[in-house]
């Protein structure tokens, strides 16, 4: 039987018609942003822009087109009030005078970049908030919106297959590109996290810089069966976000980018509103655990709208183990 595309799974599961315009949107520009990864080598678009964005890191040419091609797929769309990227300073405002329910899209246009040149996953995030009754003004306060108001999140991941992973806060759905067609067709209905994992992700390079609890908590699993653990562990890294994320919503696992002496002056690495809310909304959807270690990442007040925060997500009994040992210190 034909896969339901995801415009027919948007219908079906009811989505709000506003909501799912949105949405179609972004899977569109994510298609194109696909096409742009893909044909990257033969349109010399590879390497480094030359440029630096906001957060003083370089930009790849492919960073730089994906943010406009992002913005440009979203820039018609009558609801959505203003865009706001990791790649661009300053909130874009689509509207003057943004309404109560009109939306507000963060986004990472092409998260985990450094890992095109060498032919690797990489991907798009993005998280949707409406904006509140009681705006006042149309400033860049009005986007600093807690992540438990998501009313929608997702990420697009450029592999093997392009996939494009859904929450609209009733569970996690998966759809493939298909090629032929053009279209997302539904592949991975229902995703959920299995509550326990032996495996783990994070960047060992910066073990020197580690904060005590993730020290200990990764030592104790290296120890193997004979450690505080009684089990072996097993390790992924692959340095994209999403590729990570995508393993752990297909076959569990635990993500680590905890804060550390290397990035605790910018309270961590990954950024709130375009990586770590949107991930957070998707694994807890999908019935894993999403952390800064010392609390949940939905929940934290946002002061800025590219803050950083330590990241700790996915199997919801390792999450907790992770928090037991920050709660020892
Ligand atoms: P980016 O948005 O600039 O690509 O940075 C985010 C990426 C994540 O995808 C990934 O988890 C992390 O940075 C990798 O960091 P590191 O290079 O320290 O391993
Ligand atoms: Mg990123």
């Known amino acids: 039987m034909q896969k339901p595309t995801l415009r027919q799974h948007l219908t079906e599961a009811d989505v709000d018609r506003d909501l799912a315009g949105l949405i179609d949107d972004i899977a569109s520009a994510c298609r194109f942003i696909a096409d742009h990864v893909r044909h990257g080598a033969f349109q010399g678009n590879l390497g480094a822009a030359g440029s630096t964005n906001v957060q003083g890191e370089t930009q790849k040419q492919l960073d730089v087109i994906s943010d406009e091609e992002f913005a440009a797929r979203c820039r018609s769309n009558p609801r959505i009030a203003a865009l706001v990227s990791e790649e661009v300073d300053d ?62 999140a997702g990420y697009a991941v450029y592999g093997p297959s392009t996939g494009f992973v859904l929450t609209t806060g009733q569970g996690v759905h998966g759809f493939t590109h298909h090629p032929g067609s053009g279209e997302f067709l539904l592949t991975q209905p229902d995703m959920t996290v299995p509550a326990e994992t032996s495996e783990y992700a994070i960047n060992s390079s910066r073990a020197e810089k580690w904060e005590t609890p993730v020290a200990r908590y990764i030592s104790d699993n290296v120890a193997g069966k004979s450690g505080p653990r009684g089990r072996s562990f097993n390790m992924r890294w692959t340095a994209s976000m999403v590729a990570d994320v995508h393993r752990i919503l297909t076959r569990g696992g635990v993500f680590l980018y905890p804060m550390d002496s290397g990035n605790a002056a910018s309270g961590g690495k990954l950024r709130l509103m375009y990586e770590a809310n949107p991930m957070a909304l998707i694994i807890e959807a999908a019935g894993g655990a999403a952390s800064t270690g010392r609390g949940r990442i939905l929940e934290v007040d946002p002061t800025g709208h590219h803050q950083r925060v330590p990241v700790i997500l996915g199997s919801k009994d390792e999450v907790a183990v992770i928090e037991r040992y920050h709660a020892e210190g």
């Open 91 to 152: 909130v874009n405002w689509l509207k003057t005078d943004p309404q109560a329910g009109d939306f507000i899209v963060y986004y990472d246009p092409l998260d985990g970049s450094s890992n095109v040149d060498v032919n690797l996953s990489v991907g798009t995030i993005f998280s949707v908030v409406r904006l509140p009754q009681d705006i006042e003004k149309a400033d860049e306060n009005a986007v600093l919106i807690k992540g438990d108001q998501q009313v929608c």
